[in-house]
């Protein structure tokens, strides 16, 4: 019976690992294939985009949609400053997360127990948006990089990560350095964060896409068109003709025929190249960083 059972337990897990690989594999062709056909048809020739016949690869490849874009001045101005707006939130989020989880992982702070709730109450409930658009237009921040930063400056779901890993951090060297003399802002600088570099770059990397990807908050704060951070143009040029005609109107003076399915799928691709060149960095700590700071605690 006992042999039975093993026989069955073994067959049992080859299917389970089949059946997970093939729901990986169909996720992961879900995610990619769109991206392959976006690449293809920006570097497809415009009579292969008119004809329809780009698939997954460039058939007349070119480069007119990228001089295009990359000769743009718009772009390339909202590009530098969403990266400056990234750098900006990034710093601003940690540094605001790190100082609201650090006293939290103590298990003897006190008054914990009446502040947990408050916070935890910010992660299901929010003032909404038209509130939040007249406390900005009072502070006078409307229009300003500020507009986009404050309003994100923490995530409770990210500082009980944060939290959750600190606190999984032996009490030991807390106790060593106490007995030492350090204080709280050594302890925290000299051997909390420097423990911790897995889950700050998970993280950071959560806030720099959430940061990146966002459009809405740039669509209603910011009204002055030479401050558009680079997902308002994206979103323009996509849905918007008069958006998309004034970028075709870049390739039209450098005299060669451009395709508006080729234009905005050049400039998609133009939109995700910090992100591909930052995520490889930190991949390594992405997946150990979520693993322990989701587990532990």
Known sequence: MSRKNKIRDSVADRVFQVVVVVIVTIITLTCILPIINILASSLSSANANN????????????????????????????????????????AITLVMTILCAYPLSHRDLVGKSILWPFIMFTMYFGGGMIPSY??????????????????????????????????????????????????????????????????????AL?????????????????????????????????????????????????????????????????SLIPVLIVYPFLQKYFVKGVMIGSVKG
């Open 134 to 203: 007249l406390l900005l237009n009072s502070l006078k921040l409307l229009n300003t990089e500020w507009c986009l930063v404050l309003p994100g400056a923490i995530s409770t779901y990210n500082m009980i990560l944060m939290r959750t890993y600190f606190s999984s951090i032996p009490d030991a060297l807390r106790e060593s350095a106490t007995i030492d003399g350090a204080n709280d802002f050594v302890t925290l600088t000299r051997i909390m964060l420097p423990l911790s570099k897995s889950m700050l770059a998970t993280i």
């Open 51 to 90: 004809a329809n016949a780009v698939t997954f690869w460039p058939i007349e490849i070119t480069l007119d949609a990228y001089k295009s874009v990359v000769t743009n001045g718009a772009l390339i101005r909202s590009m530098f400053f969403s990266i400056y707006i990234t750098i900006l939130t990034v």
């Open 206 to 270: 959560f806030y720099a896409v959430g940061r990146w990807n966002a459009v809405t908050d740039g669509m209603i704060y910011i009204n002055e068109p030479e401050k558009y951070i680079l997902q308002v143009r994206l979103k323009n040029i996509i849905l918007n003709a008069q958006g998309l005609d004034e970028l075709m109107a870049e390739g039209a003076n450098m005299e060669f025929s451009l395709n508006t399915t080729q234009m905005r799928c050049a400039t998609l691709m133009f």
